[in-house]
Antibody
Framework: QVQLVQSGPEAKKPGASVNISCKAS????????IHWLRQAPGQRLEWMGW????????RYSQTLEGRITITRDTSATTSYMQLTSLKPEDTAVYYC???????????????WGQGTLVTVAS | DIQMTQSPFSLSASVGDRVTITCRAS??????LNWYQQKPGKAPEVLIS???SLQSGVPSRFSGSGSGTLFTLSISSLQPEDFATYFC?????????FGQGTKLQIK
């Protein structure tokens, strides 16, 4: 069974950076993109970016470009998301998710990590 | 970016009821629409892809329909485990965007 296991909760001060890991297992890591999303309290899910584990290429949301970096370590089957210059409004639960192509056509987040709460407060 | 709008924001129903949730896209997304269920403190789980195709293991009481800009998720006979938050997501174009969610509560 596909599993994505994320690192634990983080408490940060404004201006700091956070790094979250997402370890994948029970599938071929390089064959599926890993996306990162977040959900602030009472808000809708927001897509942040993704990495191609095979190539290492990443793309980011325009609203976060410049502050976010998504990487992967194929030997560890793990993706990492770093967010810098944290603000209180970055307080959210952060998720990694695997993107599958349902019917070879339809992008679907078919497996998710358990979520990592990041709290940004002074 | 494509905006996704769900209605209602919340819904109260009883076990055995049939409920319908609506999701509207700000422009046509063909049938590139997924539905997810999320329970408190848990990650979302996909129910339906391609607007109407049930994911493996999802009970047949769940169904989806629609294309273009208007979509619906229906649950034919609510079970206790169905009380959760449901949201839609378009996968037509990046950035993938989500509806704000519909919280289904027990009446």
């Amino acid at each position: 069974q596909v599993q994505l296991v994320q690192s634990g909760p983080e408490a940060k001060k404004p201006g700091a950076s956070v790094n979250i890991s997402c370890k994948a297992s029970e599938y071929t890591f390089t064959e599926y993109a890993i996306h990162w999303l977040r959900q602030a309290p009472g808000q809708r899910l927001e897509w942040m970016g993704w990495v191609n584990p095979g190539s290492g290429n990443a793309r980011y949301s325009q609203t976060l470009e410049g502050r976010i970096t998504i990487t992967r370590d194929t030997s560890a089957t793990t993706s990492y998301m770093q967010l810098t210059s944290l603000k209180p409004e970055d307080t959210a639960v952060y998720y990694c998710a695997r993107l599958d192509w349902f019917g070879d056509l339809y992008p679907t987040f078919d497996s998710w990590g358990q979520g990592t709460l990041v709290t940004v407060a002074s | 970016d494509i905006q996704m709008t769900q209605s209602p924001f919340s819904l109260s129903a009883s076990v055995g009821d049939r409920v319908t949730i609506t999701c509207r896209a700000s422009r046509s997304i063909s049938n590139y629409l997924n539905w997810y269920q999320q329970k408190p403190g848990k990650a979302p789980e996909v129910l339906i892809s391609a607007a109407s195709s049930l994911q493996s293991g999802v009970p047949s009481r769940f169904s989806g329909s629609g294309s273009g800009t208007l979509f619906t998720l229906s649950i034919s006979s609510l079970q206790p485990e169905d009380f959760a938050t449901y949201f839609c997501q378009q996968s037509f174009s990046n950035p993938y965007t989500f509806g704000q969610g519909t919280k289904l509560q027990i009446k």
